[in-house]
């Protein structure tokens, strides 16, 4: 078992205000798997306080050359590749991420997002000069904005944290990161790669507390910036502070996508059930753009029920430290009673479940079955609310403009899917449908394209040569 008594606070271990402290526990086995100081109010003063003096620093960070920064960033990369089996075990102890899948992406992609940021900076320029449409010349300057808090889930605590800080310190930003109370073991070995870089004290502060200490850090009044990625239901209130404070803000919040199945795709599972696997059911179905509204034609609705219920039969269910694990445990018992809770609710309200229905049969853990429900109304709860666990729906549709309308049915636009044998058909209907990211055959977030939601799965977008403009202000200089 792991256990700390510090907190990350201006480049040093600071001892925390208080003796509260968070108990990790192995949602795998129930077994504590670690124990660390719970932030307070306090000690989120002394984070943004190193932040800003960091930030207001002269001859600081967001001084620095941008050849200077991005050398530090690849420092930052190198440093956490060097970490992988830690943060990935970590990761998958704390909030049940298979480990073979936590090994290919939380241990892998921020180190390639800190390196695609570094090439960025490499190529950007930060200042243009252009013609005044009066007289003499207009300079267009991008600065950093300032202080960052970033606040980031349980569910990809590394990736979606990388999402944040790698674009924010590349623009000469500084960081106050604020994990999930549920996984603040790999935190500290995040806090450590960055402590072995040439990124000085205070650019990076780390603050692992509960919602209190979320709260008062959104509204601290030396935050210039809030980046939160999290429920749509936090995310609003987040939203409402920022716009009290006039505080720029990004959210990437929930979602309900829908998987529009048309009527040549190709269902053979040996030629996509991974990638079906992929787009409907990644990390225990603990993922935000999941395409869990599948939409089948009503000439293969059959077909289609079959084919995800032998899909959903062949999964590995089991231990998340288990290299042959492909579907783990629920978070905590609290998400897994919620999870099952809704599938209480689908079959209260007519559904059909084909397969799965229950928390299974295991001695510890807090488990799910994967379940398929068939014969699902759009209106109905499973289809509009977001379960956030391995359920999947099948909706019936008509033709493509019916599909679509279904599809388009939603509180929710962060993620979808097209399936065809025409891959120009499969465009041409994506971009119909009314959401920020679309896979065709497949879903594959690229980290060097935008990311993000519409309506209700939040505002601002992630990743991509134009998230660093998230973090920086635009300056008109008139000479």
Same mark, same amino acid.
């Given at each position: 078992m792991f256990s700390y008594d510090s907190l990350f606070i201006g480049g040093g271990w600071m001892k925390p205000s208080s003796n509260e402290t968070i108990a990790l526990v192995s949602p795998s086995t129930e077994e504590a798997v670690g124990v660390v100081p719970?932030? =307070?109010?306090?000690? /989120?003063?002394?984070?943004?306080? #190193?932040?800003?003096?960091?930030?207001?620093? &002269?001859?600081?960070?967001?001084?620095?050359?941008?050849?200077?920064?991005?050398?530090?960033?690849?420092?930052?990369?190198?440093?956490?590749?060097?970490r992988a089996d830690e943060l990935s075990r970590r990761v998958s102890s704390q909030n049940g991420m298979p480990i073979t899948f936590s090994r290919n992406v939380e241990a892998v992609t921020p180190p390639l997002i800190l390196r695609y940021y570094a090439r960025t900076l490499r190529n950007s320029d930060f200042e243009t000069a252009?013609?005044?449409?009066? #007289?003499?010349?207009?300079?267009?300057?991008?600065?950093?904005?300032?202080? /960052?808090?970033? @606040?980031?889930?349980?569910?990809?605590?590394?990736?979606?944290?990388? *999402?944040?800080?790698?674009?924010?310190?590349?623009? =000469?930003?500084?960081?106050?990161?604020?994990? #999930?109370?549920?996984?603040?073991?790999?935190?500290?070995?995040?806090?450590?790669?960055?402590?072995?870089?040439?990124?000085?004290?205070?650019?990076?502060?780390?603050?692992?507390?509960?919602?209190?200490?979320?709260?008062?850090?959104?509204?601290?009044?030396? /935050?210039?910036?809030?980046? *939160?990625?999290?429920?749509?239901?936090?995310?609003?209130?987040?939203?409402?502070?920022?716009?009290?404070? *006039?505080?720029?803000?990004?959210?990437?919040? $929930?979602?309900?996508?829908?998987? +529009? @199945?048309?009527?040549?795709?190709?269902?053979?599972?040996?030629?996509?059930?991974?990638?079906?696997?992929?787009?409907?059911?990644?990390?225990? $179905?603990?993922?935000?753009?999941?395409?869990?509204? +599948?939409?089948?034609? &009503?000439?293969?609705?059959?077909? /289609? @029920?079959?084919?995800?219920?032998?899909? +959903?039969?062949?999964?590995?269910?089991?231990?998340?430290?288990?290299?042959?694990?492909?579907?783990?445990?629920?978070?905590? #018992?609290?998400?897994?009673?919620?999870?099952?809770r809704y599938i209480e609710k689908g079959i209260h309200e007519g559904a059909r479940c084909v397969a799965g229905g229950n928390s299974g049969d295991y001695e510890s853990g807090w488990f799910v079955q994967p379940t398929l429900f068939a014969d699902v109304d759009n209106s109905a709860t499973i289809a509009q609310e977001e379960i956030f666990g391995p359920v999947l729906s099948v909706i019936g549709y008509t033709d493509i403009d019916d599909a679509v309308r279904i599809a388009n049915d939603s509180a929710y636009g962060l993620g979808g899917t097209v399936w065809t044998s025409d891959p120009d058909r499969g465009k041409a209907v994506a971009r119909r449908i009314r959401t920020g990211t679309v896979g065709v055959n497949r879903y594959q977030p690229d980290i060097g394209a935008p990311f993000g939601g519409v309506r209700s799965s939040g505002i601002g977008r992630e990743l991509g040569p134009t998230a660093m403009d998230n973090y920086m202000h635009v300056k008109a200089i008139y000479a």
């Open positions: 719970s932030a =307070g109010p306090r000690d /989120v003063d002394a984070a943004v306080a #190193s932040a800003r003096a960091a930030f207001d620093d &002269a001859q600081g960070w967001s001084s620095w050359e941008p050849a200077r920064r991005a050398a530090a960033l690849e420092q930052l990369a190198d440093e956490l590749a060097a252009q013609p005044h449409l009066m #007289s003499g010349t207009t300079l267009v300057r991008s600065e950093p904005m300032g202080v /960052v808090a970033a @606040i980031v889930p349980w569910n990809y605590p590394q990736s979606l944290a990388a *999402f944040k800080y790698a674009p924010a310190l590349a623009a =000469g930003c500084t960081v106050v990161l604020k994990p #999930s109370p549920q996984t603040l073991l790999d935190s500290y070995t995040f806090a450590e790669a960055v402590s072995a870089t040439d990124i000085p004290p205070g650019v990076v502060n780390v603050v692992g507390g509960s919602a209190e200490a979320s709260a008062h850090l959104v509204e601290h009044p030396d /935050v210039d910036k809030v980046a *939160f990625t999290g429920s749509t239901e936090i995310g609003r209130q987040i939203g409402q502070v920022c716009g009290r404070l *006039f505080r720029p803000v990004t959210l990437e919040l $929930g979602g309900k996508s829908a998987a +529009i @199945i048309l009527d040549d795709a190709d269902l053979d599972l040996s030629v996509i059930g991974e990638r079906l696997f992929e787009a409907m059911l990644l990390n225990n $179905g603990q993922t935000c753009f999941l395409c869990t509204r +599948i939409l089948a034609p &009503a000439s293969r609705y059959s077909e /289609v @029920i079959d084919t995800l219920a032998a899909l +959903i039969s062949s999964l590995q269910v089991g231990d998340a430290l288990d290299p042959a694990t492909q579907i783990g445990p629920m978070v905590s #018992s609290a998400h897994r009673d919620r999870v099952q």
